[in-house]
């Protein structure tokens, strides 16, 4: 296993449009390591493929039960949302958008259908927080990060913070 790279703002790896994975191997499980030893070292709660520069539909999503006890993760292949409900707002971050965490507005209720690492298909109802951090993953393949849900003025202004960084 190994920790990767991963990318941030304003990389343009991260505005690419993922391609749809067709191959279930073990280079594929070896990746699916990788984005969860990446995920847990950085830390985080959920990776996406394109965040270490790879754009394909993957994404690793926390799954532990606590913070405390034994680190649990699932892997989605080819992931979409194929129903959503209702609204709500919580404070997201992102590991690929440092310095910034905000209220984003998302659905409140997601199905999600998607494959394992077996290439078997699956679908997955879920709420709450949960949903949020699947939708966001998912924005990730679309090349969507949550500073595009936010409004055009804070967008803005994180922009020119980035700017600013990268100019020293
Ligand atoms: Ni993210």
């Known amino acids: 296993m190994s920790i990767q790279k991963i990318y941030q703002y304003p990389d343009s790896v991260l505005r690419k449009k993922s391609e749809k994975i067709a191959t279930f191997d073990n280079g594929l499980a070896k990746l ?26 993957l994404i690793v999503v926390d799954i532990s039960e606590d913070q405390e006890g034994e680190k649990k993760y699932m892997p989605l292949i080819n992931p979409e949302i194929i129903n959503h409900e209702g609204t709500q707002l919580d404070e997201e971050g992102c590991l690929s958008v440092p310095e910034l965490t905000a209220n984003v507005k998302r659905n409140l209720k997601v199905t999600v259908a998607y494959q394992d690492l077996q290439g078997q298909a699956h679908e997955l109802s879920t709420e709450d927080r ?38 020293k």
Request: charged share 25%.
């Open 32 to 57: 699916v390591e990788d984005m969860a030893e990446t995920m847990y070292d950085a830390p985080g709660i959920g990776l996406a493929a394109p965040q270490i520069g790879k754009s394909i539909k």
């Open 130 to 167: 949960f949903a949020v951090v699947l939708q966001h993953e998912i924005d990730h393949l679309n090349g969507i990060l949550f500073i595009d849900h936010l409004s055009p003025l804070k967008r803005s202004l994180y922009k020119k913070k980035v700017k600013k960084w990268l100019a």
